[in-house]
T-cell receptor
Framework: GAVVSQHPSWVICKSGTSVKIECRSL??????MFWYRQFPKQSLMLMAT?????????EQGVEKDKFLINHASLTLSTLTVTSAHPEDSSFYIC??????????FGPGTRLTVT | GQNIDQPTEMTATEGAIVQINCTYQ??????LFWYQQHAGEAPTFLSY????GLEEKGRFSSFLSRSKGYSYLLLKELQMKDSASYLC???????????FGTGTRLKVLA
């Protein structure tokens, strides 16, 4: 149990375009999901907390207009990187929180912006 | 503020024991997690401590001292496949957000 999927697993896009990443909890309902970003040889940095049916809460320094988060159902949250630039190239990981406040991580999405 | 520190890199020999330390200063505490992460993959759960003391799980053990803001992960009988990054994360009280440490890259040598 407690499986979280992400789609796509990797994506290459051109500078200026937008990319959507999906995070799904497959066998449990998650009222809260989290989005992380990880640059090479660095740790996970929390970008935002996604709450079902309400606006996401962004961490300091993360642009909410650039990283759009939608948590439309109890099993799906999406992160859209708008007007992507090469510096947005990173490994994006989501997690879904169960009722016991434990987080289960997705497999990650490798974004490369050319 | 929130601060979680780990050594950046460690090297150990196959078959040996290694201890990875984590010190933290956070505004609230609701548990400490250790994760293993291989390059290009998501973190995988190793252990969880919320009370002081040692938790043992096979070749992996984790220790917590809340009064000292200190934890360590102990890996025994090291194998080559243990070469990975090890992440310490503190779960904040109230928000339940995970705050990750800087991560420790472990190299296991033959």
């Amino acid at each position: 149990g407690a499986v979280v999927s992400q789609h796509p697993s990797w994506v290459i896009c051109k500078s200026g375009t937008s990319v959507k990443i999906e995070c799904r909890s497959l066998d449990f309902q998650a009222t809260t999901m989290f989005w992380y970003r990880q640059f090479p040889k660095q740790s996970l940095m929390l970008m935002a907390t996604s709450n079902e049916g309400s606006k996401a809460t962004y961490e300091q320094g993360v642009e909410k207009d650039k990283f759009l988060i939608n948590h439309a159902s109890l099993t799906l949250s999406t992160l859209t990187v708008t007007s992507a630039h090469p510096e947005d190239s990173s490994f994006y990981i989501c997690s879904a929180q169960d009722r016991g406040y434990e987080q289960y991580f997705g497999p990650g999405t490798r974004l490369t912006v050319t | 503020g929130q601060n979680i520190d780990q050594p950046t890199e460690m090297t150990a020999t196959e078959g040996a024991i290694v201890q990875i330390n984590c010190t933290y200063q956070t505004s609230g505490f609701n548990g400490l997690f250790w994760y293993q992460q291989h390059a290009g993959e998501a973190p995988t759960f190793l252990s969880y401590n919320v009370l002081d003391g040692l938790e043992e799980k096979g070749r992996f053990s984790s220790f917590l001292s809340r009064s000292k803001g200190y934890s360590y992960l102990l890996l025994k009988e090291l194998q080559m496949k243990d070469s990975a990054s090890y992440l310490c994360a503190v779960r904040a009280s109230g928000t339940y957000k995970y705050i990750f440490g800087t991560g420790t890259r472990l190299k296991v040598l033959a």
